[in-house]
Each structure stands twice: as C-alpha cells, then as structure tokens.
C-alpha cells in the first residue's frame, strides 16, 4: 500500500468532517433513480443531480458524492448484490438497504489501496449493526 500523500489525507479530513445525513444521501439516490426511470442514463448524472441539491453546500455535495462512490465500488466488489438488490428468489428487506445507506452517511471515510474509500470489515460490521437495530424496531 502506498502512502498517502498530504492532499490526501487533506481530502480525506475534509471530507469526513463534512456534515452529512441519512436523508441526505437518500435524496440524492432517489433523484438519480428518477431521473433513470426519466432515460438520463449519463455517468455524471448522480453527481450533478448532487451538485444541484447542495449548490449551496459544496462541501457537503462533495462529501456525499465520495461516500455514494465509495458505497458503490464496496458494493460491487464485495458481493453485496444480493443483499442490497435480492437474489431473484427472495426480496430483501428495506431496512437492509437503508442500513447501507445510513452506515455510508456516518461511517468514516478511509483511504484504501490508493482510494478514498470504506474500509471493508469495519463498514459491513457498522451496516449489519445499523440493520439488526432497524430489524429490531420493525418487529
């Protein structure tokens, strides 16, 4: 692994300490989601709908931009599919999903092989923590 360098670590300060909720991200999933089932099918679709949600927060649209891709590349490389879309078979619950979000939103932001990214082990840990607490307030 290589050392970061200052305007990382710089980055990475910044865009911990930025102030970011829940809902937040979830805003922005849900308009970039409409705006797919809309035919905007760009690749900067989500980080300008972000950008347009926070034009006043710029630090903030930053930070939750950084968090969904970080979200978005454990994801894929961690087989998280299933628990986040279903397997085909079953449905998964919303409070699985939503655990996912909320840990992005709170977890910190490390670098990782040269990315700023989640650290994988701590982040799952935070996720399952936050959805057996929701699957508690359900039942």
């Not at 980080?47 to 994801?75: C, E, G, N």
């Amino acid at each position: 692994m290589e050392n970061p360098i200052a305007s990382d670590l710089k980055l990475l300060s910044d865009l911990n300490s930025a102030t970011r909720k829940e809902q937040e991200l979830s805003r922005v999933l849900t308009a970039a989601k409409e705006a797919c089932e809309n035919g905007e099918t760009c690749d900067m679709t989500g980080i300008m709908i972000t950008v347009r949600l926070f034009d006043r927060a710029p630090d903030k649209a930053k930070a939750i931009i950084f968090r969904l891709q970080a979200l978005a590349s454990l994801i894929s490389n961690a087989e998280l599919e299933d628990w986040v879309f279903g397997n085909g078979t079953s449905v998964v619950p919303a409070f699985a999903q939503q655990a996912l979000i909320a840990a992005a939103a709170d977890h910190p932001l490390a670098i990782v092989d040269g990315h700023i990214s989640f650290e994988k082990r701590s982040f799952l840990q935070r996720a399952f923590e936050l959805a057996e607490s929701q699957e508690r307030d359900v039942n």
